[in-house]
């Protein structure tokens, strides 16, 4: 007779999610890299992820495991999926483009409640 035997803890909570999008236009040569930044009250701008053209990402530790970069390379989109968002991820998001010069994003307030 088969059996099959599960295990598994308990359910997570319910948590909120939100994704980002940002979109590059105009004349855009030799793109290193695409990536997100916040910059919450009272701190400094930091760098939440990044992505290059080859599709390599780096996270920062706060947000590792939670949080998803991806890039439609072609069209030069960046996408951010939020998931378990915190309430210290409160703050503003900034998309940026690297190439020999740096462009960012008009910035998107994103706030979590307690």
């Known amino acids: 007779q088969v059996q099959l035997v599960e295990s598994g803890g308990p359910p997570a909570p319910p948590a909120p999610s939100l994704s980002l999008s940002c979109a590059a236009s105009g004349s855009i040569f030799r793109v290193y890299f695409m990536a997100w930044y916040r910059q919450a009250p009272g701190k400094q701008r930091e760098l939440v992820a990044s992505?290059?053209?080859?599709?390599?990402?780096n996270y920062a530790d706060s947000v590792k495991g939670r949080f998803t970069i991806s890039r439609d390379g072609a069209k030069n989109l960046v996408y951010l999926r939020m998931n378990s968002l915190r309430q210290e991820d409160t703050a503003v998001y900034y998309c940026?483009?690297?190439?020999?010069?740096?462009?960012w994003g008009q910035g998107t307030q994103v706030t979590v409640s307690s």
């Open positions: 992505i290059t053209s080859g599709g390599n990402t």
């Open positions: 940026m483009l690297a190439t020999p010069t740096n462009y």
